[in-house]
């Protein structure tokens, strides 16, 4: 599907499933199609002392900004 292209087209390969809400789910059933990405790691999100690796920003707005030259620019 779109998400795993979307994926492979950025050489982005870390695919995984997690146990937690997000809008996506009732997005996806009013027929929008929906990819969750962000930097950093689900274990250490909302708790004590949560940080995001400076590396993984920067990896994140570059595989941000590749996605919107390709999917929108090109």
Do not use: S
């Not at 690796?53 to 390709?70: C, F, K, Q």
């Amino acid at each position: 599907g779109m998400p795993f292209a979307i994926a492979a087209q950025l050489a982005y390969p870390e695919r995984q499933c997690v146990a937690f809400a997000t809008d996506a789910g009732w997005l996806q059933r009013i027929g929008y199609r929906c990819v969750l990405f962000g930097p950093g790691d689900i274990k250490d999100a909302h708790r004590a002392n949560e940080y995001v690796p400076i590396a993984e920003m920067e990896r994140a707005g570059t595989v941000l900004d590749e996605l919107i030259h390709r999917r929108c620019l090109a």
